[in-house]
């Protein structure tokens, strides 16, 4: 069936540090993944997206891996920052690019020790 | 620029009564998706537009839930005699095109008494 896990329920980090979060994924159609922020209180927001002809994106600070062997994707988030406290959550989009439909996991909170 | 807008913030009703909440997405972007999201889980997708229509509603739960995108911009969900399991924050996201990324609104917490 279609399902995506996250490793570890929460990670914690001392400021400064790299971070990285790790999910999994069930459904080899997916060929779109993606990245989401949520603070308490407000909506997911968008921070990186991968499409399966891919392996690695970087932006501003982060950067995604995708691994399609063993259906793992990351996150990996450079120099972290206090504001960088949050839930984390991936996405992928389950059948493939004929859906709009997303399925998310249960998410990863990262704290950030200053 | 503006980004999702979700309407209202909150709404605490009974049990039994009917809701509607609304979404205006981003300027210009033809596709509209609404989720749900309970305390502690990731976003559940219920339906998705793709202007005017419903290309995908097979994450609404029942005939209760219902949707709707008249003129292709906003959106509506329409929940018909709510029940206390219908608790949730309701999420809607809007993107160029299916795709691309989906841009969430902050959604409305629904409280149902």
């Not at chain 2, 949730?88 to 409305?108: E, I």
């Amino acid at each position: 069936g279609e399902s995506v896990g996250l490793h570890l329920p929460t990670l914690s980090v001392q400021e400064g540090d790299n971070s990285i979060i790790n999910c999994a994924y069930s459904n080899s159609a997916s060929d779109y993944f993606i990245w989401y922020k949520q603070e308490s209180g407000k909506g997911p927001q968008f921070i990186i997206d991968i499409r399966s002809n891919m392996d690695k994106r970087q932006g501003q600070r982060v950067t995604v891996l995708l691994n399609k062997t063993v259906k793992h994707l990351s996150l990996q988030i450079a120099a972290t920052q206090p504001g960088d406290s949050a839930v984390y959550f991936c996405a992928e989009n389950g059948s493939g690019s004929n859906t709009g439909k997303l399925i998310f996991g249960q998410g990863t909170t990262l704290q950030v020790k200053p | 620029g503006a980004g999702v807008s979700q309407t209202p913030s909150n709404k605490v009703t009974e049990k039994g009564k009917y809701v509607e909440l609304r979404c205006d997405p981003i300027s210009g972007h033809t596709a509209l998706y609404w989720y749900r999201q309970s305390l502690g889980q990731g976003p559940e997708f219920l339906i998705y537009f793709q202007g005017t229509g419903a290309a995908d509603d097979s994450g609404l739960p029942n005939d209760r839930f219902f949707a709707v995108r008249p003129e292709g911009s906003v959106s509506t969900l329409k929940i018909q005699r709510t029940e206390r399991g219908d608790s949730a924050v309701y999420l809607c996201a809007s993107s160029l095109g299916n795709g691309q990324p989906q841009h969430f609104g902050d959604g409305t917490r629904l409280s149902i008494l």
